[in-house]
């Protein structure tokens, strides 16, 4: 199968085949995860009804760590195996993945002003979360920087496996230092400490933004490999008209 | 062995002959660090008190910006290529060139700090942890940054890329760094700063050739 979708012409169809299905899962999951969420689940007894934003800080937060994986996964499967689409899909997922960044740390934020009383603290997890934002930009910027764009994805993929490092950091960072970020509730040795009320909304969530996730990115990867047909196509062209 | 002292003592002897390269990345820490009281102002305790963080950073970006030049030349006139053709493995290449850099470089730097930390005022408690700190800090910015100069060979926007690529691996160093510095001002141990230090120098001293070679392959393709 891993040979089988190097092929662009076949994963073209898987994606085409998909990406209605993803659609469907992403309206599904978020409405039952944002009823459940927002309406049906209890406030929390020490910060009221703010704890909502919980139901989108929480499923971003855990997207743009899933993200990188994965973009770092992908990205070491383009370099050590040359497999084309890999490639593809690394670029396709960094701004994907820097906008769930973006959007943890913005809810995070919101959260943070009625609940700690400040915008920003720079504590552990808010500081490796930061430096993960540095490093999808930096990956986005660094594999636009080649006119090859094959020595862009090689590069590019070297950084964001050099990047891996900080993934653990972020997990374990309110474990490892005293952080005013709450710690770990839900992967935990113990399991979780969360009420089935409140847990359940929350894997609705992450659901519905992995099932978004993964619709995005087939978009994304179709429209790219449309493009690099498109060119091909166009550059075949040019050389029959020439001839 | 040999290639290595080959290509340390190549390195060493070109830059000596240059002379301008450490005394301009010397000249920047200085320029740097003088903008700040020039900046927030000279009142004695606002200066003790960034005086850690404001040599630490200014260290980092003098090295940052002394990187860009690591690999450049010489993949600009081919010698890059026979050095990977050459019987040592590229990733002894990597390392001699990097422990030139930082004989070049980092040295000055940590030889300058002093100094520096007089015009900013801080006590006296923090000097030798400050020595200490940039002694196993600095070679890790060369290590850590060689694998950025690597990759950005042949890109288009390599000194601001750098940066972007760069920086934020440079944090924990920048943080540690500091926090061994503040310890020692503070009075309390700074032995977990410096050990957490001496694990990142070791493992950057592991794992940075291998992964600067790779980059310096997917260069010469």
Redesign the interface.
Known sequence: MFTYFANPRRFMKLATVLSPWLAGATVVLAAAGLYLGLFASPADYQQGETVRIMYVHVPAAWMSLFCYVGLAISAAVGLIWKHPVADVAARATAPIGACFTFLALLTGSLWGKPMWGAWWVWDARLTSVLVLFFLYLGYMALNSAFDDPQRGSKASAILAMVGLVNVPIIKFSVDWWNTLHQPASIVRMDGPTIHPAMLWPLFLMIGAFTAYYLWVLMLRMRRELTETRLRARRQIQAEEAGA | MTGFRAILMRDLRLALRQGMDSAMVVMFFVIAVVLFPLGVGPEPNVLARIAPGVLWVAALLSVLLSLERLFHTDFEDGSLELLALSPPALEVVVLAKVLAHWLITGLPLIVAAPVLAVLLNMPADGFALLLLALLLGTPTLSLIGA?GAA??L????GGV?LA??I???F?PVLIFGVGAVEAAIGGFPARAPLLLLGAIFAGALALCPW?AA??LR??L?
């Open positions: 694998v990759l950005i042949g890109s288009r926007r890329l972007l690529l920086l934020p691996l944090i992964g790779a980059g997917q260069a393709e």
